[in-house]
């Protein structure tokens, strides 16, 4: 069975550009995550879905950073317009439900120069 | 929020050597999880392990929910077991929090 996949791997793009992330989670997970990794540090939680509901964002900054996740299935993170500082690692993870066992994808490394 | 501490930090160990990593947390949590960040940054399952003991070849972890903390083996290391081993509670019944990491190097 695959696991979490993620795309692209690795991103680089200028500063005020926009950016997208996909992510395709296990078949069946109705949680989906997706977290946000700096060097040297764990990764922190940027949004929760539950099926295509978006029960956790608090820690989103809406100014530039929206997420979809359309038929509760795949889901899109998106940066608009993309600041030096986001630069950093993007993980999607999901699990059955929440409290259950989660599963993460290889991530997206981005860098903005 | 919950604070999630691991120790140490960072470890060396010789290969073959065994090793303790140690979780600690500050609320109660509904699970725990260990995974391994290998260098190439893909975070691994290890043990989903809200409490009592499991073993899986040379690792092997346990929680006590009670004391709130959880331990992570690792026996006769190997040079592929090295990178940052994270723990992460489900607290709250909202997102997974992770600890700070251990980072792992072990040397032939």
């Known amino acids: 069975e695959a696991g979490v996949v993620q795309s692209p791997r690795y991103k680089i793009i200028e500063k005020k550009q926009p950016v997208a992330f996909w992510c395709n989670p296990i078949s069946g997970h109705n949680t989906l995550y997706w977290y946000l990794q700096n060097l040297g540090q764990g990764p922190e939680l940027l949004i929760r879905y539950e099926n295509e509901e978006a029960v956790d964002d608090s820690q989103l900054p809406k100014d530039r950073f929206s997420a979809e996740r359309l038929k509760g299935v795949d889901s899109t993170l998106k940066i608009q317009p993309a600041e030096l500082g986001d630069s950093a690692v993007y993980l999607c993870?999901?699990?059955?439900?929440?409290?259950?066992?989660?599963?993460f994808g290889q991530g997206t490394r981005l860098t903005v120069v | 929020g919950i604070q999630v501490e691991q120790s140490p930090p960072d470890l060396i160990l010789q290969e073959g050597a065994n090793s303790t990593l140690r979780c600690n947390f500050s609320d109660s949590v509904n699970n725990l999880q260990w995974f391994h960040q290998n260098p190439w940054g893909q975070l691994i399952n290890l043990f989903y392990?809200?409490?009592g003991t499991k073993q899986n070849g040379r690792l092997s972890a346990t929680t006590v929910a009670t004391e709130r903390y959880s331990l992570l083996y690792i026996s006769s290391s190997q040079t592929t077991d090295s990178g940052v081993y994270f723990c992460a509670v489900y607290w709250a019944g909202n997102q997974f929090y992770f600890g700070t990491g251990t980072s792992l190097t072990v040397i032939p």
């Open positions: 993870a999901s699990s059955f439900s929440r409290n259950t066992e989660a599963f």
């Open positions: 392990i809200p409490s």
